[in-house]
């Protein structure tokens, strides 16, 4: 997210602002960008199949699925190594790992990036929130079929209920919405969100389909 930020900042044409479209894992830059930086701001957020809320499972392994005791298992494995510095520091997924089973407890409060960008952490960093309302636009387009994301609801701004692998929380029904921790609230309220859907998998869409997205919401 640094060097990116630090890419944008360096390039002329983008000074007055610019459109972030994301696919999948690109939607944590953007996000992280945004939460951070958003100077030049970004003005659309276009995450397709984005990891914005973060994942709490491996890729084809849901944990609310057929092989729930096993992929469950496996995430709580993954949750152990994720927040410490030297996955953080070496793996992106890390950084956007969320576990629910570890939200509030220390060690995802210390060593998560997610929780930072969630205000979920040690502090709460009100630039956060004044970041995140620089965007004039966050368009959220969720696979109704993914494999690679679970739950899929984080690609509408949801995450599994803090404590279960089971519980699936939509947007408005979490903390970080209801308490407005990072400025998903007021954004909402602000008529800046929106939700779009594609049928299949993870990243299954059309060119027709961007085009049209593009069309209806940079434009």
């Known amino acids: 997210v640094d060097v990116f930020a630090e890419k944008i900042k360096n390039d002329t044409r983008l000074a007055n602002g610019f459109h972030c479209l994301g696919l999948s894992q690109g939607n944590s830059l953007c996000r992280g960008y945004i ?9 659309t957020f276009l995450s397709v199949h984005g990891t914005v809320s973060g994942v709490a499972g491996f890729p084809n ?19 152990v190594a994720a927040y410490t510095s030297l996955a953080q520091d070496a793996l992106f997924q890390a950084d956007y790992y969320r576990d629910p089973s570890r939200v509030g407890k220390d060690a995802y409060k210390k060593g998560s990036q997610i929780a930072q960008w969630n205000n979920e952490g040690e502090t709460v960093d009100p630039t956060i929130n004044a970041n995140f309302a620089k965007t ?15 739950p899929n609801e984080g690609e509408w701004w949801g995450h599994f209920e803090d404590g279960s692998f089971k519980n699936v929380l939509s947007m408005k029904d979490t ?8 400025g998903l609230r007021t954004a909402d309220e602000a008529g800046k969100i929106f939700f779009n859907s594609t049928s299949g998998d993870h990243l299954q869409f059309s060119d ?3 085009a049209a997205w593009i069309n209806q919401y940079y434009l």
């Open 61 to 79: 392994c849901n944990p609310d699925g057929l092989l729930g005791p096993v992929c469950a298992s496996l995430a709580k494995l993954l949750g």
């Open 175 to 182: 903390d970080w919405y209801q308490k407005d921790l990072f």
């Open 136 to 150: 004039k636009r966050f368009v959220m387009i969720k696979a109704e079929k993914d494999s690679m994301v679970y």
């Open 35 to 43: 939460q951070k930086y958003n100077d030049p701001p970004v003005s």
């Open 208 to 210: 027709a389909q961007v």
